[in-house]
């Protein structure tokens, strides 16, 4: 998703849109092409609202239905522009149950201002982060349950170990 967003009609609504990427097979192209893919992103000095396209991110991600993460890669420079904060993007993503994974390539306040971070600066450093993630999506199991059920009305048996409702 790119953090730059695009107006559908200038001067004529306020909501701002964040495209999505065009869609590509990670097992063929893989992830470091979608990374060093200069087509696909936005240009180095267009004002990005990087926490509202991770916000974005993870409300779409809360109407699919597969293994889910965002993650998120910063190189230098601050956010720019956005509404809302990282800490309230991250609690945001917390309380939704959308996991958050942030790569940088150069350390700094900016990246801290997200939290927990993985500097990855080289093929070493990417292979584990990239491990990290895989391993995280991997563990993701999604189970649809028959009936009419309310989502508030579901709980987990005190016996279930190492399973966590989202909602």
Same mark, same amino acid.
């Given at each position: 998703m790119s953090t730059v967003p695009s107006r559908p009609? &200038?001067?004529r609504t306020e909501i701002d849109l964040f495209p999505l990427t065009e869609p590509f097979?990670? %097992?063929?192209?893989?992830l470091m092409w979608l990374l060093s893919n200069r087509e696909i992103w936005p240009v180095a000095n267009a004002p990005q609202e990087v926490a509202d396209a991770v916000a974005v991110a993870g409300l779409y991600l809360n109407h699919s239905?597969? &293994?889910? @993460? $965002?993650?998120? $890669?910063?190189?230098?420079?601050? +956010?720019?522009? #956005?509404? =809302? #904060?990282?800490?309230e993007v991250c609690g945001y993503l917390e309380a939704t149950n959308v996991p958050? %994974?942030? /790569?940088?390539?150069?350390?700094? !306040?900016? @990246? +801290?201002? /997200?939290?927990?971070?993985? $500097?990855?600066? #080289?093929?070493?450093? %990417?292979?584990? @982060?990239?491990? #990290?993630? !895989?391993?995280?999506?991997? +563990? !993701? $199991?999604?189970?649809?349950?028959?009936?009419? =059920?309310?989502?508030?009305?579901?709980e987990l048996s005190p016996a279930a170990r190492g399973v966590a409702l989202a909602r």
């Amino acid at each position: 998703m790119s953090t730059v967003p695009s107006r559908p009609r &200038p001067g004529r609504t306020e909501i701002d849109l964040f495209p999505l990427t065009e869609p590509f097979a990670l %097992f063929r192209d893989g992830l470091m092409w979608l990374l060093s893919n200069r087509e696909i992103w936005p240009v180095a000095n267009a004002p990005q609202e990087v926490a509202d396209a991770v916000a974005v991110a993870g409300l779409y991600l809360n109407h699919s239905a597969s &293994p889910r @993460a $965002v993650l998120l $890669v910063l190189g230098t420079g601050p +956010n720019r522009e #956005s509404t =809302y #904060s990282p800490a309230e993007v991250c609690g945001y993503l917390e309380a939704t149950n959308v996991p958050l %994974f942030v /790569w940088t390539t150069s350390p700094g !306040q900016h @990246a +801290n201002a /997200w939290g927990a971070t993985d $500097v990855v600066t #080289s093929p070493s450093e %990417f292979n584990k @982060a990239w491990s #990290s993630l !895989q391993r995280h999506l991997e +563990n !993701q $199991v999604i189970v649809w349950l028959d009936g009419a =059920y309310l989502p508030n009305g579901i709980e987990l048996s005190p016996a279930a170990r190492g399973v966590a409702l989202a909602r």
